[in-house]
């Protein structure tokens, strides 16, 4: 069964840039389309990020444009976020997650993903 695991959350200060990982658990295993979601505490999960199989199409939710970048490493089986410039509106749990779609339309929104991690804290204080 295919698992999606984060790792390297934590806290920061706004203006201050972090990464985040995501390790997908087959050895040798078809690539994915994979992407990034975030729950604030009381809001509902919002799309953030997601990049295609190849890694050459990348989809970006508007809030994160310009700051944040996704891209994946073949070799490690693992897709990153890079969050440059943080705001502490970033403050949430992110998920990774397996998208079935790459195309835009359905990229970002939540029903095209099927399998997800267990999510990860980032917390951006002023």
């Known amino acids: 069964q295919v698992q999606l695991t984060e790792s390297g959350g934590g806290s920061a200060q706004a203006g201050d840039s972090l990464r985040i990982s995501c390790t997908v658990s087959e050895e040798a295993p078809p690539t994915y389309n994979l992407g990034w979601f975030r729950q604030a505490l009381g809001k509902e999960r919002e799309f953030v990020a997601v990049i295609s199989r190849s890694g050459k199409i990348q989809h970006y939710a508007d809030s994160v444009k310009g700051r944040f970048i996704i891209s994946r490493e073949f070799a490690k089986n693992t897709v990153f976020l890079q969050m440059n410039n943080l705001k502490p509106e970033d403050t949430a749990v992110y998920f990774c997650?397996?998208?079935?779609?790459?195309?835009?339309?359905?990229?970002?929104?939540?029903?095209?993903?099927?399998?997800w991690g267990q999510g990860i804290q980032i917390t951006v204080s002023s």
């Open positions: 997650a397996r998208a079935t779609e790459i195309r835009s339309e359905l990229a970002t929104k939540i029903e095209t993903y099927d399998i």
